[in-house]
């Protein structure tokens, strides 16, 4: 009994054993999405901002609000194309940069009557994108060697939208609308490290 008590508290006492470690490195992806919901697409949704919703008349109320297509009466096909944005990114320890520079928003549209009181409309936009390269070099010389890093991203990101949409205007001064809106998103991820000593 002695030695069956001797031998479970000898396989109960900590003992040391001998660390793995494996250097883990995870570049950032960096992955920005500019204009994410700030700028409205439209020609004058980007002056008015969400204001615009309310009232909206042209051929961006496919995306913005379907019942505001009954307020135009006339076929009107328009376009437009916000500001260009520049994005860049610098790594702090890196020697390189990269950046993007994208229109955005942006959109194409039509609108037309189907009946005295009923409109469609259509748009395709794209509201926000993305496309980077960052690639990056570091030797630093030691008193015992070299050490070298290579570090490169890549991301893509890309949202566009159509947009279908019928808004009804009943004499009365009811507005309604409803619509279909198909979304594509394509998202790219690109990452690598290297380190040599």
Known sequence: MKRGLLAIAVWLMPA?????????TTPPPN???????IVPVGPFAGLEGTAYVARVEDPSGAWFNPAGLARHKPAQISGSAGVYSNTTIS????PNQGGSIQQLPNFVGFMMNLR????????VLTNNAWNQVTDAQLVTRLPTGQERFAYSADSEYKRRIAAFSVGYHHSGGLRV???FALSLTTLRLVESTSDRI
């Open 177 to 179: 609308g409803g619509g």
């Open 31 to 37: 992955l920005v999405v500019p204009n994410y919901n």
């Open 116 to 123: 005295e009181d009923l409109t469609a409309g259509f748009a």
């Open 16 to 24: 040391t054993a001998a660390a793995q470690t494996e250097a883990v």
């Open 91 to 94: 790594p702090e320890s890196l």
